[in-house]
T-cell receptor, first 114, second 115 residues
Framework: GAGVSQSPSNKVTEKGKDVELRCDPISGHTALYWYRQSLGQGLEFLIYFQGNSAPDKSGLPSDRFSAERTGGSVSTLTIQRTQQEDSAVYLC????????????FGPGTRLTVL | AQKITQTQPGMFVQEKEAVTLDCTYDTSDPSYGLFWYKQPSSGEMIFLIYQGSYDQQNATEGRYSLNFQKARKSANLVISASQLGDSAMYFCAMRRRGATNKLIFGTGTLLAVQP
């Protein structure tokens, strides 16, 4: 596809369950980011992948959160033992390595933890 | 620590008029980039405009311009000739050059364009 895709678009889960969110970036984009947007808030950085370098995990809020990027393309964000405060929109973005390269965002996954 | 501040939670503007959305930032880095994104009700984040800290001229992209005042650490977005389709959330963001390139976002301004 032409843009960043994310799946599912919506996910409702019960507290304590694990969830996986998927991001498929634009082909050729070496950088991939995950952000979280809570209701009425700005975006909060979670994790960054750049090529084969070790990811920057400094934004992950707890060890229940993890992410991987296979083959430098598709990325999966996993949240284990979900809590109600995990409810948010999870946005994926991709881009080039240049300093002024814009980040292209996907449509997001709206996660609701009951 | 880096921080972006958007002090206007909401703004109204009449169609065809210009509007300025405020953004101030705090950083000790000499090199950084500033971005504005638009988020309509559909939820997608749409890139609008970029300003580098060493750019001599204010950035412009069509009806969008960035009023960059480095000494005041402000990067206000000016939208000229507002259209109904401009109604959305607008986020200012900052990125350090050469680092992770993660974006630090402000809390956003909700713009409503009235006919």
């Amino acid at each position: 596809g032409a843009g960043v895709s994310q799946s599912p678009s919506n996910k409702v889960t019960e507290k304590g369950k694990d969830v996986e969110l998927r991001c498929d970036p634009i082909s050729g984009h070496t950088a991939l980011y995950w952000y979280r947007q809570s209701l009425g808030q700005g975006l909060e950085f979670l994790i960054y992948f750049q090529g084969n370098s070790a990811p920057d995990k400094s934004g992950l809020p707890s060890d229940r959160f993890s992410a991987e990027r296979t083959g430098g393309s598709v990325s999966t964000l996993t949240i284990q033992r979900t809590q109600q405060e995990d409810s948010a929109v999870y946005l994926c973005a991709g881009g080039g390595r240049g300093d002024n390269n814009e980040q292209f965002f996907g449509p997001g996954t709206r996660l609701t933890v009951l | 620590a880096q921080k972006i501040t958007q002090t206007q939670p909401g703004m109204f503007v009449q169609e065809k008029e210009a509007v300025t959305l405020d953004c101030t930032y705090d950083t000790s880095d000499p090199s950084y980039g500033l971005f504005w994104y638009k988020q309509p009700s559909s939820g997608e984040m749409i890139f609008l405009i970029y300003q580098g800290s060493y750019d001599q001229q204010n950035a412009t992209e069509g009806r969008y311009s960035l009023n960059f005042q480095k000494a005041r650490k402000s990067a206000n977005l000016v939208i000229s000739a507002s259209q109904l389709g401009d109604s959305a959330m607008y986020f200012c963001a900052m990125r350090r050059r050469g680092a992770t390139n993660k974006l630090i976002f402000g809390t956003g301004t909700l713009l409503a364009v009235q006919p």
